[in-house]
């Protein structure tokens, strides 16, 4: 019996032929969590090749930052296995940022052009750790392999530039400012002119006009993802922003208690207003780890970001622990996520980053045929 | 990602996000036609839409009462211009001069003019 089945199974992989079709029709089985369809008809698979029994091939995802990548790589490589004659089996996990937030011939052009999505990082209220989160949010996708900018839209209290100290700005040859590195992030925040501990005091139009410029005049140049600071609330400056440049989407941030909540709420209902899809919540000081064991001490009480969440339909994306090394990172001016990255914090934010990349990735196949802009001139 | 965000991801991908434009045009001397991305149709009078501005001068932004009287715009009044406003509604340039009017995609969609494709 067992010697009849051996004798089957040589004939068999001695006949059958491994065929680009029979690798599209195993992959097929593959779906996408995020998007609900196979990986074969969302046109992931690329540069496939068989020569003799051999397959090689690339899944092209839609963002290097996809939480599923490497379970995907797993599950591909297991599937082809099972094709019978099969030999070397090379999958290369590969991305393409999906998005443009802008046509040529708008006013934004020059400066977002090539700017791929936008996402803003806000809250209802301040100090709940909204930079820091747009800083390790934009710092974790830089480290999937994305090209990322960090805009510091809060004019009145900068304080990207003292988190990721980056160098000087400079006047590129169009007039436009080309946003400084810090690490492999661009920046750009008020605070890189008007000098770190001096106030900015301006009125409410003076912060449109400083807004705008950051949206028209800045030499972004070719991002992935350009990452917003919010400055906190829901005022004049967040109507500019959101009314200037298409945001694609909006994480807000919060606190677990119950009056930070009442602003969260607020922020959603301003994002839902301007029709800006909310990607979903981030609560930080969820938390305290003390250094002396491993309890999780909820001091603010807990569970609040993950209701306010369910109560809009949004997505819960996470929970930051409130651990010294958070703090003393910023202050530092190196991210968390790059000076610390097997802390809990770090990895909680890796994992925000990762559902955030695939939310922005769902948006692009709900508005795939949406104008982004639009003009038309009536006729008599 | 935590099995919870997956979750409620799926959640809202079949709740789905809030339709914008897919493509607009002049359908005759005073129609505008939309056609959004879950495919509905709408058509609008553009005589009606100007009577129905809700802008701060044509509607109290306190009391929502309408200041415009809508017999005050004549049947003659077209647009110059039709454009879009962020991802979320569109202007309109009268040609009375009027063009303050933001119209939200979620106001143009309550307006009962929209049909199932």
């Given at each position: 019996?067992?010697?009849?089945k051996?004798v089957?199974?040589k004939?068999?992989?001695h006949?059958s032929?491994?065929t680009e079709?029979?690798v599209?029709?195993?992959l097929s089985a593959?779906?996408?969590p995020?998007?609900?369809?196979?990986?074969v008809?969302?046109?992931?698979?690329?540069?496939?090749?068989?020569s003799?029994s051999d397959v090689?091939?690339?899944i092209n995802?839609t963002?290097p930052?996809?939480?599923v990548?490497?379970?995907?790589?797993t599950?591909?490589?297991?599937l082809?296995?099972k094709?019978p004659?099969?030999?070397?089996?090379t999958v290369n996990?590969t991305?393409?940022?999906?998005g443009?937030?802008t046509?040529?011939g708008?006013?934004i052009?020059?400066?977002?052009?090539?700017v791929?999505?936008?996402i803003?990082?806000?809250?209802?209220?301040g100090?709940?750790?909204?930079?820091t989160t747009?800083v390790?949010?934009?710092?974790?996708?830089?480290?999937?392999?994305s090209?990322?900018g960090?805009l510091d839209?809060d004019v009145?209290?900068?304080?990207i530039?003292h988190?990721t100290?980056?160098n000087?700005?400079?006047?590129s040859n169009?007039?436009?400012?080309n946003?400084?590195l810090a690490?492999?992030?661009r920046i750009?925040?008020?605070?890189l002119?008007a000098?770190?501990?001096?106030a900015?005091i301006?009125?409410?139009?003076m912060?449109?006009g400083?807004?705008?410029?950051?949206?028209?005049q800045?030499?972004?140049?070719?991002?992935?993802?350009?990452i917003?600071d919010y400055?906190p609330?829901t005022?004049?400056?967040?109507?500019?922003?959101?009314?200037t440049?298409?945001i694609t989407g909006a994480?807000?941030v919060?606190?677990?208690q119950d009056?930070?909540l009442?602003?969260v709420?607020k922020?959603?209902?301003?994002?839902?207003?301007?029709?800006?899809?909310v990607?979903?919540?981030?609560?930080t000081?969820s938390?305290?780890l003390c250094?002396?064991c491993t309890?999780?001490?909820y001091?603010?009480?807990d569970?609040g970001?993950?209701?306010v969440?369910?109560?809009f339909?949004?997505?819960?994306?996470?929970?930051i622990p409130?651990?010294p090394?958070v703090?003393?990172?910023?202050?530092q001016?190196r991210?968390?996520?790059?000076?610390?990255?097997?802390s809990?914090?770090?990895?909680?934010?890796r994992?925000?980053?990762g559902?955030?990349a695939a939310?922005v990735s769902?948006i692009?196949?709900?508005y795939?045929?949406a104008?982004?802009?639009?003009?038309?001139?009536?006729r008599? | 990602?935590t099995?919870t965000s997956t979750?409620?991801?799926?959640?809202?991908?079949?709740?789905?996000?809030?339709?914008?434009v897919k493509?607009?045009?002049q359908l005759?001397e005073?129609?505008?036609?939309?056609?959004?991305?879950?495919?509905?149709?709408?058509?609008?009078d553009?005589v009606?839409l100007r009577r129905k501005?809700p802008?701060?001068?044509?509607i109290d932004?306190?009391t929502?009462?309408?200041?415009?009287?809508?017999e005050s715009?004549?049947e003659?009044v077209?647009?110059?211009k039709?454009?879009?406003v962020?991802?979320?509604?569109?202007t309109?340039?009268?040609?009375?001069?009027?063009?303050?009017?933001?119209y939200?995609?979620?106001?143009?969609r309550?307006?009962?003019?929209t049909q199932?494709?």
């Open positions: 019996m067992s010697l009849l051996t089957q199974e004939l068999s992989s006949f032929r491994v079709e029979s599209r029709t195993t593959i779906m996408d995020d998007l609900g369809k196979d990986i008809s969302l046109g992931f698979v690329r540069n496939l090749k068989v003799g090689t091939l690339d995802l963002t930052a996809c939480p990548k490497d379970k995907m790589k599950e591909a490589e297991e082809l296995r094709i004659g099969i030999g070397n089996i996990m991305a393409t940022t999906r443009k937030v046509q040529a708008s006013p052009a020059a400066s977002l052009g090539g791929k999505n936008i803003a990082v806000a809250s209802g209220k100090g709940v750790g909204k930079s747009a390790n949010l934009a710092y974790s996708l830089a480290a999937s392999g090209s990322v960090l839209a009145y209290g900068p304080s530039p988190m100290k980056p000087k700005p400079e006047q169009s007039n436009l400012i946003p400084p690490g492999s992030v750009m925040s008020i605070g002119f000098g770190g501990d001096k900015t301006l009125r409410g139009p912060v449109s400083v807004i705008k410029q950051f949206l028209t800045v030499n972004w140049g070719e991002l992935d993802y350009l917003i400055p609330g005022g004049d400056i967040q109507l500019t922003l959101s009314q440049a298409p994480v807000v919060t606190t677990p009056v930070a009442i602003d709420r922020a959603i209902a301003m994002f839902d207003t301007m029709k800006v899809p990607l979903g919540v981030v609560e000081m938390y305290f250094d002396g309890k999780k001490h001091i603010f009480r569970g970001g993950r209701r969440a369910s109560e339909g949004v997505s819960f994306l996470g929970e409130m651990e090394n703090a003393n990172a910023c202050d001016g991210p968390l996520v790059e000076s610390d990255p097997q809990i914090a770090a990895r909680a934010y994992d925000i980053a559902a955030v939310q769902m692009h196949e709900a795939k045929d104008l982004n802009h639009f003009s038309i001139e009536w008599a | 990602m099995s979750q409620q991801m799926t959640a809202r991908v079949q709740s789905g996000p809030a339709p914008r493509s607009i045009s005759d005073r129609t505008l036609g939309i056609t959004w991305t879950d495919n509905l149709i709408s058509s609008f553009v009606d501005c802008c701060a001068t044509c932004e306190w929502h009462e309408q200041l415009l009287k809508p715009v004549p003659t077209r647009p110059l039709v454009e879009s962020g991802q979320y509604a569109l309109i340039q009268f040609n009375d001069g009027h063009r303050t009017g933001i939200t995609f979620s106001m143009l309550r307006l009962p003019n199932k494709n």
